[in-house]
């Protein structure tokens, strides 16, 4: 089972600063390439991992430090306090669609194939991108492709696809790429397809509220001096880690005491976000949009 190379391998595991008898959250297991190089690393220390893909447990690596759980990550501390593993030493988190994932085109991830419109990355979860597409109201549709896709000509898209599904149902990838041909800039397919895509996905898995609930319950899973790190691939989810990481909120809101006193949850340990290098670029160009962001609990 194929899926794609770890992103940011070396910074990511350079930045969680592991400690070899630690505790450590791999909240995106996917083909276990980061979990490997943590497992390495660790002596008597422990690696819980997750993810809600069931094809990722195929991947499960053979060693008794690891725990891997068919679980979205947003149940992360109810597994860890199930466990008696709290508080962790480190958290890591690659939010990317995996190549295993992409290259299916059952799973409907990707623009290349002509696939069932699903995008379900829990495949247990009934709602798909095929019920979106037939069964909610224009104007729900033009804000999940506004919002989650940033898609330019919203209204206009959202319009074509009531009119289209009010005589065929909407069932394939292909046949709503002809649906809504008309949207689509000429010369730009390929984005303008990945951000109407990405608004779909994004809706389907519910994958902003699911990162809010996790980085909340990042934080009160650390210790003091813990790290977190988590690479995002659009602006929606760096934008929420970003203002996490700020302040400890989503919403980029410093939070005062009764003293009107502000403080930062967390202390920065790259004022930038880290990208892939040149090498990584050309060896996996799927890294290209990736931003790592590395942070340690005060």
Known sequence: MVYHEPVLLSESIEGLALHPDGIYVDATYGGGGHARKIIEKLRNGKLIAFDQDVD???????????????????????????YQLLPVDGILADLGVSS?????????FSTRFDGPLDLRMDQKKELTAQHILNEYPEERLRRIFS?????????????????????????HSKQFQQIIAECIPKGNQNRYLAQVYQALRIEVNQELESLGEFLMQSLA???????????????????????FIRTGNAEGELQKDFFGKTSAPFRMINKKPITPGEDELRDNPRSRSAKLRIAEKI
């Not at 003091?224 to 659009?234: C, P, Q, S």
């Open 56 to 82: 990722a447990m195929k991947n499960q690596i053979d060693d008794p430090r690891l725990l891997l759980l068919n679980h979205n990550f947003r149940y992360m501390k109810r597994f860890l306090r199930y």
């Open 147 to 171: 919002m989650y896709g940033e898609v330019p000509n919203a209204t206009r898209l959202a319009g074509l696809i009531v009119q289209s599904r009010a005589t065929h149902t909407v069932t």
């Open 100 to 108: 295993h994932q992409l290259d299916q085109p059952e799973r409907g």
């Open 221 to 243: 899973v650390l210790k003091t001096d813990g790290r977190l790190a988590v690479i995002t691939y659009h602006s929606l989810e760096d934008r929420m880690v970003k203002n």
